[in-house]
């Protein structure tokens, strides 16, 4: 199978709302379509598979990465994308979330929605009639998963299979760490959430991952030993303090985390491996769950798993806009028309 073929010519799903929710192939489907349009954009071409296609963003809560990089990938791909910031629209005060999501659905050709519980992007998808997907949730973080998959193939290990690399998140289990668990284990990685037991992933978590293991290998464990940083081809962290929790003082969870958890110079060197990489979905609070000696390195990968996100978005407006397939045939046939030039 070439990189412009997928094993699935449409989404077996309306909407993208857990990466739970879709099989290995699926995932990896969305995630060629990412890197085949990167390569090209990078290399100068243009596409405007969405043209005239509007992309409403609605943001229950702050954003920089999720807003810029779908709004970039809707004018990349000839399309428009809607910010409708915390506040701004009618929802939560006047109007449910059910009736926004027929009104969007019935104006819009797609939703991206930040929702303050998953209950509501449940709802989004359920009564809007047009795909719908998840900009991050108290349950999850689906779109940042992409992103991160496609970072760490960027930096894989060379000559490692994927049985053979160790995937750690460090810290708070958050949205970020559960969907990192479901997406390192789907791709037959070994996953470690190395964090204390109060905030320990939860079984239903751990659970996926080990499913997952028995269909696509590696393991799935949670540890409070740090033992486990052995072998790290790649430490993972997240804020301390939940961004949907009520605010935690500052010094509840910094004993809960500080010193043990922090992301340091020592943490790096304990997993035994110059080449262990680190990586952040951002933003970071630096001097807590990182040090700046980290994220500046250049074992940090934070920064490219950033612009990820931009890369991740342009295949998931493809994809769940129905035109992932029609896309990669026109890259395709550029190209061979342009190496058909190059030999003449
Ligand atoms: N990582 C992430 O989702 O960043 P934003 O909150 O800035 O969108």
């Not at 990089?69 to 910010?83: K, P, R, V, W, Y």
């Not at 997907?133 to 000559?159: A, C, L, R, Y």
């Not at 935690?248 to 035994?272: H, I, L, R, S």
Request: glycine fraction near 8%; include cysteine; proline fraction near 3%.
């Amino acid at each position: 199978m070439d990189k412009y073929t997928l094993t699935h010519k449409q989404p077996t799903r309306k909407d993208f709302v857990d990466t739970a929710d879709f099989d290995q192939s699926e995932i990896m489907d969305i995630i060629r379509v990412s890197q085949v349009v990167r390569d090209y954009i990078k290399g100068g071409g243009y596409l405007n598979s969405l043209f005239h296609k509007v992309l409403a963003m609605l943001f229950e809560q702050k954003s920089t990465r999720t807003r810029v990089s779908f709004e970039t990938a809707m004018a990349q791909l000839g399309g428009h994308a809607i910010n409708l910031a915390p506040g701004a629209i009618q929802l939560g005060a006047h109007e449910t979330i059910e009736d926004t999501a027929v009104v969007l659905g019935r104006m819009c050709d797609m939703i991206m929605s930040r929702v303050d519980r998953h209950e509501s992007i449940e709802a989004l998808a359920k009564y809007a009639k047009v795909p719908v997907i998840n900009g991050m949730s108290d349950k999850v973080h689906p779109t940042q998963g992409v992103g991160d998959m496609i970072t760490i193939f960027d930096h894989w290990p060379e000559g490692k299979k994927a049985s053979e690399i160790k995937v750690i998140f460090v810290g708070d289990a958050t949205q970020v760490c559960n969907t990192l668990c479901d997406m390192v284990t789907k791709m037959g990685m070994n996953f470690v959430h190395y964090g204390p037991a109060n905030h320990k992933i939860a079984d239903e978590w751990l659970a996926i991952g080990r499913k997952n293991n028995e269909k696509y290998g590696g393991t799935c464990e949670w540890t409070d030993n740090p033992e486990c940083l052995k072998g790290a081809d790649f430490i993972y962290t997240d804020v301390w303090y939940g961004l949907y929790d009520a605010e935690t003082p500052k010094e509840e969870y910094m004993k809960d985390f500080y010193p043990k958890y922090q992301v340091n110079d020592e943490m790096m060197q304990a997993t035994g491996n110059a080449n262990c990489k680190f990586m952040h979905c951002l933003p970071a609070n630096r001097g807590e769950e990182v040090t700046d000696s980290v994220l500046d390195s250049p074992n940090s990968a934070a920064w490219d798993e950033a612009e990820n996100r931009l890369t991740a978005q342009r295949g998931l407006v493809l994809y769940f806009g129905r035109v992932a397939e029609a896309t990669l045939n026109y890259i395709k046939q550029q190209k061979e028309g342009k190496n058909a030039e190059e030999k003449i």
